[in-house]
């Protein structure tokens, strides 16, 4: 059964780049059937999908993040990662990896713990 | 403000039916599958339904789900108190290409 974890600093300053990492168990992150996701929620509000990465390097954007966002792939280690630039304190949120299941379930089948992530000085 | 808009809360009574609807345009919920996400206070959200209308293993037929143009509907009947939870809708966004959520409707079994 395939899992997913999330890791990082739960603190990062204000401008500073806040770097996730998702670490993969129990599946492939190699499949073609899959690609990665990051999605966050910030205190009291909704989910809001960041970027998501394929095995291939096929990457997509949230819009209004891509110009602060990079996100990547590391079969060899089994996860990917998430960098968001010039962070201010609207960033700061629960952050979920995902795995967005492409040919069968077309959703995001599982889904990690989340991790928080705070930004103050 | 989100792509897909939802009511932000609805209620009914344990044993009655309720239904959150979703709103997105013709290049989202118009053009691609739908999914729904269930999501209790402080854990993740967990698939509830996939391709706009099926469930997922373990997911009691009580949910349900259908698409009519550009706006979708989840169902849940015989309403249980453990129904109570945070219900988003999803989908790929053609034109943005991005997937979309909506803004969440929080669930009461009053």
């Known amino acids: 059964q395939v899992q997913l974890q999330e890791s990082g600093p739960g603190l990062v300053k204000p401008s500073q780049t806040l770097s996730l990492t998702c670490t993969v168990s129990?599946?492939?992150?190699?499949?073609?059937?899959?690609?990665w996701s990051w999605i966050r929620q910030s205190p009291g509000k909704g989910l809001e999908w960041i970027a998501c990465?394929?095995?291939?390097?096929?990457?997509y954007y949230n819009p209004s993040l891509k110009s602060r966002t990079i996100i990547s792939v590391d079969t060899s280690k089994r996860r990917f990662s998430l960098k968001l630039t010039s962070v201010t304190a609207a960033d700061t949120a629960v952050y979920y990896c995902?795995?967005?299941?492409?040919?069968?379930?077309?959703?995001?089948?599982?889904w990690g713990q989340g991790t928080t992530v705070t930004v103050s000085s | 403000q989100s792509v897909l808009t939802q009511p932000p809360s609805v209620s009914a009574a344990p044993g009655q039916k309720v239904t959150v609807s979703c709103s997105g345009s013709?290049?989202?919920?118009?053009?691609?599958?739908v999914s729904w996400y269930q999501q209790f206070p402080g854990t993740a959200p967990k698939l509830l339904i996939f391709?706009?209308?099926k469930r997922p293993s373990g997911i009691p037929d009580r949910f349900s789900a259908s698409k009519s143009g550009a706006s979708a509907t989840l169902g849940i009947t015989g309403l249980q108190t453990g129904d109570e939870a945070d219900y988003y809708c999803?989908?790929?966004?053609?034109?943005?290409?991005?997937?979309?959520f909506g803004g969440g409707t929080k669930l009461t079994v009053l």
């Open positions: 995902a795995r967005y299941s492409m040919f069968y379930y077309h959703a995001m089948d599982v």
């Open positions: 013709s290049s989202s919920i118009g053009k691609n599958f």
């Open positions: 990465v394929q095995y291939s390097g096929t990457i």
């Open positions: 129990g599946g492939s992150i190699n499949s073609g059937d899959y690609s």
């Open positions: 999803g989908t790929w966004d053609s034109s943005l290409d991005s997937w979309v």
């Open positions: 391709d706009t209308n």
